[in-house]
Each structure stands twice: as C-alpha cells, then as structure tokens.
C-alpha cells in the first residue's frame, strides 16, 4: 500500500488496523505505511462519513460509537471479499498470519510439523512471537494466542486443543539429599519445591495433586521461584527442588535418569492448552486452517502417561467442536 494512493478497501483495512492497535504508528507500521499516510486517510474516511470514528488523546486512540459500529462493518466486508475472491479463483489461503506462543509449546507442538504446514499452504506466511503471560490479540496485534492453563475470563474464543498430562519429579541428587516423599503430605516436612510465579499476578503456581480423583492443594516452601520456564527446568536439573512439568518436559530425561518421578499414584492435575482469539472477528481462511493443523498436532505430539490406570483427569478430544467462548 506504500507509495500509492488508498483505494476504499485498503482505507478500510486501515481503519481496522488502527483500531486493533489503538495506534496509529503501530497500524501503519504492520501495513508498511508511512504515519503521516494513516492520519491522512483516517482524516479524509470521516469527512466523506461525516462522523468521527476515532477518539484520540495523546495516549491512546479508541473507537467512538461510530467508529465501534464502522470497524465491525469493514471487517465484514473485508472478510466477505476475501472469501469471496478464495471461492471463484479456487486459491488457497493466504497472507500473513501473527500467532503468539508459548515458547515450549511452539518447539515441541508446533515447530516440528511446521514444514509440511507451510509446503501445504505456501501463500501463508507465518509471524510468531513468543510469551508466558495472557494477552489481548487484538491489543497485541495477533490474529490468535496458543497458552497453556486455564483462559482468562474474556471477550475471546478459547478453543481447547487438549489436556497436558503432568507429573512429579526431581533430579536424583535433589532425592538423594531429601530423600523420596511417599505422600503428597509428606512435602509440608523437609521438602521443597521450585515456585514457577505468574507475570502477571505474582502468585506461585499452587502445587496440586490428584487424590482419590479429587484435586488437593499442598503448602511446599520454595527456596527459588522463577517466571520462565526454562529457567524452572534448569532449577530442576540442578536439584533446587522438586516440580511439576508436561510430560513432554520430562520424558527423555526421565527415560535417561536425569529426572526420577514421585508420588506417581497421586499426579498433578492435567492443564488445558488453548488457542484465543477475537471473538468479534470472523475467521479468515488462513486462521481457519492454521487452526484445525494445530489441533492436530497436538494429538499427535502429546505424550501420554506410561503408567496405567493413571489419575490424569477427564478425556477431551483435541480441538473439539465445543470450543468456549470465554
């Protein structure tokens, strides 16, 4: 859209961009644009409209109610052409496509079938940042945000990939010098655990069991609480403390001795993993296919508990149709 003058479709995907943005150097910055062309063309859309779409103070800019009723029109009819075009022409999805992961779950779920993902769909282009705490997609400027835990109450549409199965564990020497609790009440009396803390609240993530098929909390001082997760995993090689991971953390280091599970009869509880997005935007062809692959990549990469008749919570089908809407 650089160096040429906007057409009425370009001005609309503009306008949504500012919104989702709430800037105008973000939205011209994702379009290659410059800054003095967004004020220009959101200037000359009002005056043909004849309302004022935007509310801008020196540190934000939000819809008015106008502008909320004209940014859900343009995404229809951006969205409806986009369709449109794919139906007659036969093409396959395409543009660029913003996700934002959590680290791990990208390299173990996502990375690997990447290739084959884009030699399926190669008019994709793929965007990825990385992140732990909950975001807005629209704030960020993503079109859909993969975590891992239970979703935020939100406007946004939580669709659930599956469950994580978790375990126990600590490294031998960590074992060696506490020794090896029988009971998740045995903690409480000589045994620490690594605290993995929240960005965005502070709190600890609770160490929780599965007993009797019934979840129970249990109070374990942590010498050493971090916010990363590879920083929580390399406490864990070092025997700062017991902890609890995915399966998929721990499988090869377990399988080599490197990690020893514990309490295996009483596991933590499984965690959802999650993919958000805007509840107010219709699904483009490339966010649709990105993900229904991702559900089943998940399938095929989480690993399940090798022991049987293991407490790991109720079964979920991997990107079933009930997604919530959160």
């Known amino acids: 859209m650089e160096g040429r003058r906007l057409d009425r479709l370009d001005a609309m995907r503009l306008f949504t961009r500012i919104v989702e943005r709430r800037s105008f150097t973000l939205a011209a910055q994702d379009l290659g644009l410059p800054r003095s062309t967004a004020t220009t063309v959101l200037r000359q859309m009002e005056e043909r409209l004849g309302v004022r779409l935007l509310q801008r103070t020196t540190r934000s800019v939000r819809p008015t ?31 660029l496509l913003r996700i934002d992961v959590q680290g791990t779950l990208a390299r173990h779920f996502l990375l690997p079938g990447l290739p084959a993902f884009l030699a399926r769909y190669p008019g994709i282009e793929l965007a990825m940042s990385e992140g732990e705490r909950w975001i807005d997609p629209v704030q960020e400027g993503v079109d859909c945000v993969l975590r891992f835990g239970q979703p ?56 929780s069991f599965l007993v009797a098929g019934v979840e129970r909390q249990v109070a374990v001082p942590a010498r050493v609480s971090v916010t990363g997760t590879e920083s929580y995993l390399a406490a864990l090689h070092l025997g700062l403390g017991l902890a609890q991971v995915p399966w998929f953390h721990a499988a090869a280091d377990l399988a080599a001795g490197r990690l020893v599970e514990v309490l295996a009869e009483t ?13 107010s935007r219709q699904l483009s062809p490339r966010l649709r296919v990105f993900l229904d692959w991702a559900a089943r990549e998940f399938a ?17 089908s991997p990107g079933a149709p009930d997604d919530a809407t959160r």
């Open 65 to 95: 109610l106008d502008g909320e009723a004209w940014y859900r029109r343009c995404l229809g009819i951006l969205q409806d052409l986009e369709e449109a075009e794919g139906a007659l022409s036969g093409a396959e999805p395409r543009g």
């Open 267 to 279: 596991p933590p509880p499984p965690a959802q993993v999650s993919l958000l997005y805007p509840r």
């Open 152 to 207: 935020p109450d939100s406007e946004l549409v939580a669709r659930r990939l599956g469950l994580l199965h978790r375990l126990t564990c600590a490294a031998p020497a960590y074992l060696a010098e506490f020794g090896v609790p029988k009971t998740p009440a045995a903690l409480a009396a000589g045994h620490r655990i690594i605290g993995l803390r929240s960005l965005t609240t502070g709190a600890l993530r609770p160490t």
């Open 300 to 316: 095929a990469r989480n690993p399940k508990p090798p022991r049987a008749g293991a407490a790991s919570g109720p079964a979920e």
